[in-house]
T-cell receptor, first 115, second 115 residues
Framework: GAGVSQTPSNKVTEKGKYVELRCDPI?????LYWYRQSLGQGPEFLIY????????DSGLPNDRFFAVRPEGSVSTLKIQRTERGDSAVYLC?????????????FGAGSRLTVL | AQSVTQLGSHVSVSEGALVLLRCNYS??????LFWYVQYPNQGLQLLLK??????LVKGINGFEAEFKKSETSFHLTKPSAHMSDAAEYFC?????????????FGTGTRLQVTL
């Protein structure tokens, strides 16, 4: 597509529930990133994929968070046993190549609210 | 490791006045530096980037930034503010080696433009 698409745009869930957030990157972009933006903060890196593999998952806060990209295109961020502290906007970005200073194109984000 | 500090979480200027948003960075290697803008309910959009070429970088919408190694700064400026410039602005840094597109963001500066 023309841009990075993220669904859902808004998700409200209860503490302890399981949540999936989807990201559809720009066609042909091999690198895909997930960031988390809490209220009043800048985006924080979670994980980055090069193709199908997670090349760097150092930003995932704990083992409740997991992400996949099985076919090297669409990615799903999965959060188990959600906690109120997980409430944030989850941003996805893609780029043509992770090396150099290639520009990341961001989606509009998925706003997660955990009650 | 890299980090950025944005001085001033809120900046207010009059329409037509100079815009100056401050960013200082910390990096153990010569960095790549970026400014992104975020409008409400939209994704982050790149304004400009510095990748070790010219130290004065011109971006979109009349914005520019100057890389000053001696001051470890990358301040964003615009000679004359427009109402449409009201948004949140993020400075970001990455390392030119390895995953150069993995960005570390500042906490953001919200720009208000008044009549």
């Amino acid at each position: 597509g023309a841009g990075v698409s993220q669904t859902p745009s808004n998700k409200v869930t209860e503490k302890g529930k399981y949540v999936e957030l989807r990201c559809d990157p720009i066609s042909g972009h091999t690198a895909l990133y997930w960031y988390r933006q809490s209220l009043g903060q800048g985006p924080e890196f979670l994980i980055y994929f090069q193709g199908t593999g997670a090349a760097d998952d150092s930003g995932l806060p704990n083992d409740r968070f997991f992400a996949v990209r099985p076919e090297g295109s669409v990615s799903t961020l999965k959060i188990q046993r959600t906690e109120r502290g997980d409430s944030a906007v989850y941003l996805c970005a893609s780029s043509y190549d992770p090396t150099g200073a290639n520009v990341l194109t961001f989606g509009a984000g998925s706003r997660l609210t955990v009650l | 490791a890299q980090s950025v500090t944005q001085l001033g979480s809120h900046v207010s200027v009059s329409e037509g006045a100079l815009v100056l948003l401050r960013c200082n960075y910390s990096s153990s290697v010569p960095p790549y530096l970026f400014w992104y803008v975020q409008y409400p309910n939209q994704g982050l959009q790149l304004l400009l980037k510095y990748t070790s070429a010219a130290t004065l970088v011109k971006g979109i919408n009349g914005f520019e930034a100057e890389f000053k190694k001696s001051e470890t700064s990358f301040h964003l400026t615009k000679p004359s503010a427009h109402m449409s410039d009201a948004a949140e602005y993020f400075c970001a840094v990455s390392a030119p080696t390895g995953t150069a597109s993995k960005l570390t963001f500042g906490t953001g500066t919200r720009l208000q433009v008044t009549l």
